[in-house]
């Protein structure tokens, strides 16, 4: 893996605020995460106790995402952006298992991610992956990376994922816009793969937890399915459109844990840039 970022600096990880990277790892029970990060998913998780089958459902919406990009669609390589702290498996292992020759970039914007992703994301010999460390927002920034130069080839189809990224741009039109760059960059063939956070199926309970973000520092925004469906506006949506997660081609696994339609508070969606 190229991780390389220049000259070694010291990391400031921000541990006065909490990071929706770190709340997602301290929920999936990894430790890589701070006071803040703590008290805003202990707080999300007294109110809405469903928090951890939600986001469980949603790493595995991600894994069920890489195998039909590389299996049945012939993708080869892929941009995935806040790509949280490392969880195996990574996007890389379930691609690598199909593709042993695809290649990966990662992207997300804490650097405590940076911290962790030369240890953790080791490619196959025979592909590739990299790291870049750099902020939705700035999607120049992304598709300028020296790492994503020197990894993917942006003449062919790329599959580009960003699970569970979205709801921290509050904005929508900022939203659309960060994704409407990167998927201008992208040739067609190449795919989009996100899902992002919802209230639709129980506005109370989500509400408390982007109450819970918001109060130590985090951005969280919940978006409706008709939203959601908007950044899939000019493509080619995969069956079965846009659902929750944990529906999106489901088998055993992704129905589980869900006792209850409510406890997936995120819609998910793949579709194809024609």
Known sequence: ??????????????????????????????KDNYAPDRAAAEAAMTTFPSLRVSMRANRAFMRRVGR????????????DIGTG??????????VQAVTPSARIVYTDNDPIVLAHARALMTSD???????????LRNPDAIL????????????????????????????????????GRLLDAL??????????????????GTATVEAAYQAR?????HRTRAQVERFFDGLE????????VHKWRSDELATAEVKHDADVALFGGVARKP
Request: hydrophobic fraction near 40%; charge should be negative.
């Open 1 to 30: 893996m190229d991780g390389s970022s220049g000259p070694r600096v010291e990391l400031d990880l921000h541990t006065d605020r909490a990071h929706g990277a770190r709340i997602y790892d301290y929920v999936l029970g990894g």
């Open 68 to 79: 039909f990009l590389a299996a049945e669609c012939g993708i080869r390589q892929f941009l």
């Open 85 to 94: 702290i490392p969880t195996s498996p990574n996007l890389h292992e379930v």
């Open 125 to 135: 010999p025979q592909g590739r992956t990299a790291y870049t460390q750099a902020d």
């Open 144 to 179: 300028a990376a020296p790492q994503l130069g020197a990894t993917l080839d942006l003449d062919e189809p790329v599959g580009l994922l960003a699970i569970a990224v979205l709801h921290f741009i509050e904005d929508d039109d900022e939203a659309h816009r960060v994704v």
């Open 187 to 204: 040739p067609a063939g190449s795919w989009l793969a996100l899902s992002t956070a919802t209230g639709d199926l129980d506005p109370a």
């Open 217 to 221: 520092g985090e951005v969280l925004k």
């Open 237 to 244: 949506p995969a069956d079965p459109g846009v659902v929750q």
